[in-house]
């Protein structure tokens, strides 16, 4: 991942344009003399980041052998609900598009984050149902992507 490095005092300066950065994939090194003091990541892939944390760190609780259940994640924290996605696709009991769909963001998103981010990407679905789903799901971000644009 390419991180680009600003001065505090570019960040004061430009921070909408750093920002519009950060959110179409660029990690951004705020540093102050030279010295690297933070770093600006998009929330979702902090999310993300956080999630692989969570689950390489262990100590989780079991899946259900079944599959993720929407109702399931009701009443999660964003934090939880890639948490537990997140589980699930690495345990591979579910698919990329069926994660997205858990996070209710567009799966494309998730497999360039992924990419980006290098999180592994499992390209085949398990199972005939996990395909269709993923079908659908692009399906139906496509009409919004049409519907808004």
């Given at each position: 991942?390419?991180?680009?490095?600003?001065?505090?005092?570019?960040?004061?300066?430009?921070?909408?344009?750093?920002?519009?950065?950060?959110?179409?994939?660029?990690?951004?090194?705020?540093?102050?003399?030279?010295?690297?003091?933070?770093?600006?990541?998009?929330?979702?892939?902090?999310?993300?980041?956080?999630?692989?944390?969570?689950?390489?760190?262990?100590?989780?609780p079991p899946l259900d052998?079944?599959?993720?259940?929407?109702?399931?994640?009701?009443?999660?924290?964003?934090?939880?609900?890639?948490?537990?996605?997140?589980?699930?696709?690495?345990?591979?009991?579910?698919?990329?598009?069926?994660?997205?769909?858990?996070?209710?963001?567009?799966?494309?998103?998730?497999?360039?984050?992924?990419?980006?981010?290098?999180?592994?990407?499992?390209?085949?679905?398990s199972a005939l149902d996990e395909?269709?789903?993923?079908?659908?799901?692009?399906?139906?971000?496509?009409?919004?992507?049409?519907?808004?644009?």
């Amino acid at each position: 991942m390419e991180y680009i490095h600003v001065r505090k005092t570019d960040l004061a300066r430009n921070t909408s344009r750093i920002i519009r950065n950060v959110l179409r994939g660029q990690p951004t090194v705020i540093e102050n003399h030279g010295q690297p003091e933070a770093i600006v990541v998009d929330v979702v892939d902090f999310l993300i980041l956080r999630a692989l944390a969570h689950y390489y760190a262990g100590n989780l609780p079991p899946l259900d052998p079944n599959g993720p259940d929407d109702g399931e994640f009701a009443g999660f924290s964003s934090q939880a609900r890639y948490n537990r996605a997140m589980q699930y696709y690495l345990a591979e009991q579910c698919s990329s598009g069926r994660m997205a769909e858990l996070l209710e963001i567009p799966w494309i998103d998730v497999r360039e984050r992924f990419h980006r981010l290098g999180v592994p990407l499992f390209l085949e679905s398990s199972a005939l149902d996990e395909v269709r789903k993923d079908a659908e799901n692009a399906r139906k971000w496509a009409e919004i992507a049409r519907k808004q644009g």
